[in-house]
């Protein structure tokens, strides 16, 4: 089944909806690997509540990509033992600066717009 990014905005984002967002990014400035140089940091933002996450291993260490292993409690949905779909409130995206941009404000940063 393929999940498209506008599906894992009302169902939820899973493992799956990341990699398809990393397809849909993929040779631009809106997946972790091509945007580290600017100082990107992969995170995750609950639109609901406004809070920003880092991203991280299950570990608590800071990861270079996204991972929903890391995140709290409180945001997974599905799991047994691990987040498998966290709530349809969180997005991925990226931290600069203390601010958080979506995969899109990425892109757009990247190629000299902010």
Not at 38 to 67: E, W
Request: glycine share 12%.
């Amino acid at each position: 089944m393929r999940v498209t990014y506008q599906e894992s905005v009302t169902t939820g984002l899973s493992r799956a909806a990341l990699r398809q967002e990393n397809i849909r990014f993929e040779g631009t400035d809106g997946i972790s690997q091509n945007n580290r140089s600017c100082g990107f940091r992969p995170a995750f933002l609950d639109t609901l509540s406004g809070r920003t996450y880092l991203s991280r291993f299950a570990s608590g260490v800071p990861a270079p990509l996204h991972l929903l292993e890391g995140l709290p409690a409180e945001l997974v949905v599905s799991g047994e033992g691990q987040a498998l779909r966290i709530r349809a409130t969180v997005i991925s995206g990226f931290v600069l600066d203390g601010r958080f941009y979506t995969r899109d404000q990425a892109v757009a940063y990247a190629l000299g717009g902010d």
